[in-house]
């Protein structure tokens, strides 16, 4: 019996199920003003588009869309994720941070797409899946994060943060600032 019971409580920990992910706990949900909205211009070498964030299904969390207008079509599908910090002028878009991570996660284990909770808050393609480049270098991604705040001063607070775009081995190909817009 003892031994039935430190299995099924081994199991979960070693399978990530269970308790919370990270240091901090797992991420909690949010809720937003409706008249905010952030947006943010992508434009590089590789890659142009924009992304725009306003607030979730009834105030809860964040709806973003992401447009890409122009990216490369040999490298696959591109990641995208919140960068702990916002772009410096003169900065390279490998000098933001990292993922957002304001419950301490850290990247291992792999996210569980099917509870974005137990994901680091930041983690927007580790979450909803990556985002396909078109034969035409194009492609969209819209999605509902319960996770991520528009709200000053929240524990998930994205509005003074950026978006990385990178491809399969981690190259960042463009990021943008989130500029705050009332509507």
Known sequence: MRSAILF?????VVLGHGGPTGALGNA???????????????????VTGSIDIVAGPAGNGLSYSLKLTKAPTNVGALSYYI??????VGASCDAL???FDPYVRGADPVCETDDPATCRVGDLSGKYGTLRVTSTGTGT????????SSTIGDFAFVGNRSIVISDSTNKAHACANFLRMEM
């Open 28 to 46: 909690k949900t949010t809720t937003n003003a409706d008249n905010i909205m952030y947006h943010g211009s992508l434009s590089s070498d590789t």
């Open 97 to 99: 941070g990292g993922v």
């Open 141 to 148: 991604k819209s999605f509902s994060d319960f996770y991520t």
């Open 8 to 12: 099924s409580a081994l199991a979960g």
């Open 83 to 88: 960068a702990t910090s916002s772009v410096k």
